[in-house]
């Protein structure tokens, strides 16, 4: 069974990014709970870029606000293109508990908060 947690960023919020990694991505990594990748708009690289890292998609579409309902179409459309059996969508200001992940029931259609 494959997972992804999608996490969706923008090219602003790098600093949010780097500190996931440094916390509880390296944990989900580690333990093969899942792949995590992070999502990010604007594919067009720009001389004033920041390094891009291999966890880093650059989908085609906006990198604001405007362009949320297209990143999350280019997630779900990543995912189909790779077999992922699950995805998990989340933002780049989430934290989670590597260790509840794995227990997150397989079958909810939407977890979080409204």
């Avoid at 333990?31 to 990010?40: E, N, R």
């Avoid at 949320?68 to 459309?77: A, T």
Wanted: proline share 5%; aromatic share 12%.
């Amino acid at each position: 069974m494959k997972k992804l947690i999608a996490i969706m960023s923008c090219h602003q919020k790098r600093a949010w990014a780097d500190a996931q990694r440094q916390t509880w991505v390296k944990d989900i990594i580690a333990s093969g709970a899942a792949d995590v990748k992070f999502f990010l708009g604007d594919r067009t690289p720009r001389a004033n870029d920041y390094l891009h890292h291999a966890d880093e998609v650059h989908l085609d579409c906006p990198d604001d606000y405007r362009g949320i309902p297209l990143k999350v179409k280019g997630i779900c459309q990543y995912m189909a293109d790779h077999c992922y059996d699950y995805v998990a969508k989340c933002d780049d200001d989430v934290y989670a508990v590597p260790g509840r992940f794995p227990a997150l029931p397989l079958t909810a259609g939407y977890i979080g908060r409204f």
